[in-house]
């Protein structure tokens, strides 16, 4: 059996930032090369076990918000207009993007901005020969202010075409707005202001009683971030290295002072862990919508409202220093008090523990990495407005562990990793605590005959519960998961590869506020066997 780094296969070339570059194909490929017999030239379009937005009963009209081609790095510019005949009253906003690509690709990282506000970050399946279709919905609510007024639009998927990588991404983009009427209320909840992060500082408006912050936080464009689970600290053999190990942390800061910690989301993408065999169909959770990491800064709003422009910054704690990889750009979700011009406060406990970070190198036959990390936070503020002096707080506290295997020549390469992420809100008597849980068990390993044979399994979990005066108000629970296991034959044409692969992809949620049917439950699994959906079923 030939010796080949399994993590060299994974860490994939490196491009200009916005590509993603994963399992590489044989370097005897041939534009012409069929795919693996097992597989096909016309697998099943992608789908995810998500459940689709859910559509109030009310008149809608649709907006085309980008048409493009994307064969390179030139963004597609359009502009934006509200529909008329659908007011300005909306219950809710949906964006869904429909994309198309076939003939041979890798996958790819792309956004969508509205008037500078990032509104949809996302990544493409990997085509078939033939061509696949997909589609993904999000709920884009919360960008009514945003969406009220004519406004620029700019898309980017950046894509390489050339004699072998033929596959260009076509893509459309549409917004369709649901009027209010009868009982359909408008939507509840939403931001006044909603402000893009920039260089130039933030200026809140003076009248400002709750702030927000949501980052797309991704690890991409090819090399060793893409993979920052899987890095190793500059002592220990193995091929990506980061010089204080795998742990990373997303932090905000308002004026140099930490605001917000986060544990950032490993999302995998669709050519993940050297085997695009997994991820045909059903890609990994989060991976076509990149959910936003969300802070609470409204403990700031006093310091924020006195008129000045305001130093928010995002950093990744963990990236070695001058190392790129990583994109966080960011939005800023404003309420404002309509009873007071000017609302006073201030930040009244902050108070943040010694971020935790320690990875331990066992050298042997089998290498091994242990890591440990960690970080609490609460910070506290008070507001006087116009209803009265409200006090926010909010703890978060994270946490992580991990263990690294590997022998020599990186194979076999092995994870098992778990982060928590625990936050507690409380307004007033009113508490809202969410527990987030990622996990990721995996192994990667190149057996007799070449074979390169892939398991893994990932989990997206969050548990959330209001609660005031110990009485519990709603609660919601998520459980995501994805297992796969596929094999194929390494350094041949792909017609030779044989490849082999399933997967399982089953997402739950339960809850009390009847979002997905009166019994509060959605529950659906789907199953792929070499690229054909064996079963999609719905349990309630």
């Not at 789908?47 to 081609?69: E, F, G, N, W, Y």
């Not at 990544?123 to 020969?129: A, K, L």
């Not at 061509?131 to 202010?145: A, P, Q, S």
């Not at 917004?175 to 009427?181: D, E, K, P, Q, V």
Request: charged share 20%; net charge negative; hydrophobic share 30%.
């Amino acid at each position: 059996m030939r010796q080949q780094k399994i993590m060299s296969m994974i860490g994939g070339l490196v491009l200009a930032a916005g590509a993603l570059f994963t399992a590489h194909p044989a370097a005897a490929d041939a534009p012409a090369d069929p795919p693996p017999a097992e597989f096909g030239s016309d697998w099943n379009d992608p789908l995810t076990a998500a459940p689709p937005v859910a559509q109030p009963p009310t008149r809608s009209c649709d907006v085309l918000l980008a048409a493009a081609r994307f064969r390179d790095f030139t963004p597609y510019k359009g502009s934006y207009v509200p529909p008329k005949e659908c007011g300005t009253r909306w219950s809710k906003v949906v964006l869904r993007l429909e994309g198309a690509v076939k003939g041979r690709q890798y996958d790819r990282l792309g956004h969508l901005a509205v008037g500078g506000v990032e509104i949809l970050r996302t990544s493409t399946p990997q085509p078939s020969p033939d061509g696949i279709e997909w589609t993904v919905e999000k709920d884009v609510t919360r960008y009514r202010d945003t969406l009220a007024r004519p406004q620029p639009v700019e898309m980017l998927i950046g894509n390489v075409v050339n004699e072998t990588y033929t596959g260009v991404i076509d893509v459309r983009v549409t917004l369709t707005f649901y009027t209010a009427g009868g009982t359909v209320k408008p939507a509840p909840g939403t931001p006044d202001r909603v402000l893009p992060l920039d260089s130039t500082g933030l200026t809140t408006p003076r009248n400002t009683e709750r702030v927000l912050a949501e980052v797309y936080a991704t690890g991409s464009g090819g090399g060793c971030e893409e993979y920052w689970y899987l890095t190793v600290p500059d002592a220990a053999p193995y091929s990506c290295k980061a010089t204080d190990g795998p742990y990373r942390e997303v932090r905000i800061s308002v004026d140099g002072r930490t605001a917000g910690i986060a544990a950032p989301f490993p999302t995998v993408w669709t050519g993940g862990w050297s085997n695009p065999f997994l991820w045909y169909v059903t890609p990994g959770p989060r991976a076509f919508d990149i959910q936003p990491i969300v802070y609470d800064l409204t403990p700031f709003a006093g310091l924020l409202n006195d008129g000045r422009a305001h130093r928010v910054e995002v950093s990744v704690a963990g990236v070695p220093a001058g190392q790129t990889g990583w994109s966080t750009p960011a939005n800023i979700l404003l309420w404002q008090d309509e009873g007071r011009a000017v609302v006073t406060g201030g930040l009244d406990r902050h108070e943040e523990s010694t971020p935790l970070n320690s990875s331990v190198h066992t050298p042997g036959s089998e290498h091994r990495l242990d890591t440990e990390g960690g970080h609490a936070l609460t910070v506290a503020g008070h507001l006087d407005t116009s209803h009265g002096r409200v006090d926010t707080t909010v703890t978060r506290t994270l946490a992580h562990t991990s263990t690294h295997r590997w022998a020599e020549g990186e194979n076999p390469d092995a994870l098992t990793a778990r982060w928590t992420d625990d936050e507690t809100v409380t307004v007033g008597r009113t508490s809202t605590r969410t527990h987030r849980a990622y996990t990721m068990d995996g192994e990667t390993t190149i057996g007799a005959g070449d074979r390169l044979r892939t398991v893994l399994a990932l989990g997206d979990r969050a548990r959330t519960e209001v609660v005031r005066g110990g009485k519990r108000l709603s609660w919601s629970h998520l459980d995501h998961s994805y297992a796969g296991d596929a094999t194929y034959t390494t350094g041949v044409p792909r017609d030779q590869r044989h490849a082999v692969g399933t997967t399982s992809d089953r997402y739950r949620v339960h809850g009390s506020d009847g979002s997905y049917g009166s019994d509060g439950c959605y529950d659906r699994g789907v199953k792929t066997e070499q690229g054909a959906v064996t079963e999609d079923r719905l349990r309630c």
